[in-house]
């Protein structure tokens, strides 16, 4: 009878001593300071493409894809190591393919993602640099929610992909995407064929 009166006391007092009233709070992520944009120039001697890209960003030469050789010498990867992102580039010369085929590789590698996204938007795009191609956005929890491919419709491909080093998820990285986005279209509205 005393272990009863006990427990029913200890009840009593844990159930009374919580007078505070519980807010749950939403699931939060850190705040993220975006750099202030400013651009500079790509345009290295031997390379058949210039471009603008951020201050905050650097350029790495890709030499491998998934280890081997890259195609060309002209495979470059735009790194943004606050973000842990990365633009891969990937050029291409059309008269050594066929341009139908690199249209349908890049439609082919955007649609990988349709299992985990919920949209695939493609655009048509045309700069006053006479630089055409598409931009893809891919919605979702998916690797990569911006890619594209410019060509000129003779000599040149390349495509671009917008990758970050974490586990995909649209809600943590929709804003530094976001960020990134404006980036991504600074670099197409300033990319430039050289010959």
């Not at 991504?184 to 430039?192: G, M």
Request: net charge positive; glycine share 6%; proline share 4%.
């Amino acid at each position: 009878m005393k272990f009863s009166a006990f427990i029913v006391l200890l009840a009593s007092l844990v159930i009374l001593s919580c007078n505070s009233d519980y807010t749950p709070r939403p699931k939060g992520y850190f705040k993220i300071d975006f750099p202030e944009r400013k651009y500079q120039v790509f345009d290295q001697a031997g390379y058949p493409y210039s471009f603008e890209y951020p201050v905050y960003a650097k350029i790495v030469k890709d030499s491998t894809y998934f280890g081997e050789a890259t195609e060309n010498p002209w495979w470059i990867n735009v790194d943004f190591p606050q973000f842990a992102g990365r633009i891969y580039i990937s050029y291409k010369e059309i008269g050594r393919n066929k341009f139908d085929t690199l249209i349908k590789h890049s439609y082919l590698l955007t649609g990988k993602h349709s299992s985990k996204a919920y949209s695939i938007d493609d655009s048509a795009l045309a700069t006053k640099n006479g630089v055409h191609g598409m931009f893809f956005t891919v919605g979702g929890d998916v690797a990569t929610a911006n890619q594209f491919f410019l060509t000129d419709t003779t000599r040149h491909f390349l495509r671009g992909a917008l990758y970050f080093d974490a586990t995909p998820n649209a809600d943590s990285l929709g804003i530094v995407n976001q960020f990134l986005l404006e980036d991504l279209k600074h670099l197409i509205n300033t990319f430039r064929w050289k010959n």
